[in-house]
């Protein structure tokens, strides 16, 4: 399980669709920006790309666009466009692009700032865009 301290930027994208925070994790080259163009053409709203900004706000886990970073997409080949932004949002699920699933039903979690939060492992999933917008339209996992 990964542990984050305290507030932190970190190699990450941010996307909040349906009202439920997404953080996508991973190395450059991973596919973040990818998924979160995905998520973004089909409704989402960035809240942001390559870095982003955690910190825990009244026991809630946040996310948010470095200063320092432009309020757009970058995406291989075309460059940086301008998506819809918001300030920040809440995080409901983290994928993590870097890790396979080791697991038919996931079931994972990774705790972030002492708050553990469902995880999602992202590396070779196929429809995970998919996934992710059917899970956040229509509310999230079912305990078995």
């Given amino acids: 399980m990964k542990h984050i301290h305290k507030t932190k930027t970190i190699h990450a994208s941010g996307v909040c669709f349906e009202n439920k925070g997404i953080l996508i994790l991973g190395k450059s080259g991973s596919g973040k920006s990818s998924l979160a163009l995905s998520l973004v053409a089909n ?79 992202g590396q070779n999933f196929y429809g995970l865009s998919d996934a992710i917008i059917v899970w956040s339209k229509y509310g999230g996992f079912l305990d078995l």
Avoid: W, Y
Avoid at 62 to 84: F, H, W
Avoid at 90 to 112: A, P, W
């Fill in 43 to 121: 409704g989402g709203q960035l809240v942001c790309d390559d870095r982003a900004h955690l910190q825990l706000k009244n026991k809630i886990l946040m996310m948010a666009k470095p200063p320092s970073l432009p309020g757009a997409l970058e995406v291989r080949g075309l460059g940086l466009i301008s998506v819809p932004l918001i300030k920040e949002a809440r995080i409901d699920l983290v994928i993590d692009m870097e890790l396979t699933s080791d697991s038919r039903l996931g079931g994972h979690k990774m705790e972030l700032f002492g708050v553990e939060t469902p995880c999602v492992k």
